[in-house]
Each structure stands twice: as structure tokens, then as C-alpha cells.
């Protein structure tokens, strides 16, 4: 079963940093692609940055320039470097995978995505 796990969340200061992990587990073969989504209270879930293979990474435009996404696959663990955080950026932030291949029973198996759990961010002074 492929699972993701977020960490890294916390309460910081405006301006302040912070840098989120999310690492899949389950087998895994190959994940084409990974993201950062955000969900603030009453608002629907929004990307904030992805990246595919090779490298290739996309961002809203609310956190160009401020966040980095980077990606280590061969620990299957993607990270969102935030830094000059603003109390808009407040939200629950959700890891995402694409197009993932894994073994399970013996079998190689794909799943077109799957979500973490989320983690919560506060920018607050």
C-alpha cells in the first residue's frame, strides 16, 4: 500500500521559514511526479508547486519566488523550502504523487495518485 507522509509543519513568524518532507513508501518503483497542494479554512485545495521528471517544476504565483520544490528519488521524498512566509500562506499542506509504480504480493502494480495526510502551517506573530 502506498502511503505518503508529510512532516516539517509548524507555527513561524511572518517572514520566518519553514521546510516541508513528504516521503512515499510501499514498495515504490518510479513516481512521475510530485506536488505541494494547500488548503486554507473555507477555501478549496490549491497547488503550489510541482515537479516532474528531469527536473521540471512548476509554481502558483502567490509563492514564485519564495518557495523551492525539490525532489530526492532515491529516497522517494520531495521537499517544499518556504521562506518569507506571509499569514496568507496559512493552510493545511498536502503532498501529492503521480503515476507511481510499485510492488505489492508480487505483482508490479500503478496508481494514477495519492495524498498525504497534510500538514499544518501558521504564519503568526
Do not use: H
Not at 50 to 58: D, N
Amino acid at each position: 500500500q502506498v502511503q505518503l507522509v508529510e512532516s516539517g509543519g509548524g507555527l513561524v513568524q511572518p517572514g520566518g521559514s519553514l521546510r516541508l518532507s513528504c516521503v512515499a513508501d510501499g514498495g515504490i518503483l518510479n513516481i512521475d511526479g510530485m506536488g505541494w497542494y494547500r488548503q486554507a479554512p473555507g477555501q478549496q485545495r490549491e497547488l503550489v508547486a510541482t515537479i516532474r521528471g528531469g527536473g521540471i517544476t512548476t509554481y502558483s504565483d502567490s509563492v514564485k519566488g519564495r518557495f523551492t520544490i525539490s525532489r530526492d528519488n532515491a529516497k522517494n521524498t520531495v521537499y517544499l523550502q518556504m521562506n518569507s512566509l506571509k499569514p496568507e500562506d496559512t493552510a493545511v499542506y498536502y503532498c501529492k504523487a503521480e503515476g507511481v509504480s510499485y510492488y505489492s504480493a508480487g505483482y508490479r502494480r500503478y496508481g494514477s495518485s495519492y495524498w498525504g495526510q497534510g500538514t499544518q502551517v501558521t504564519i503568526s506573530s
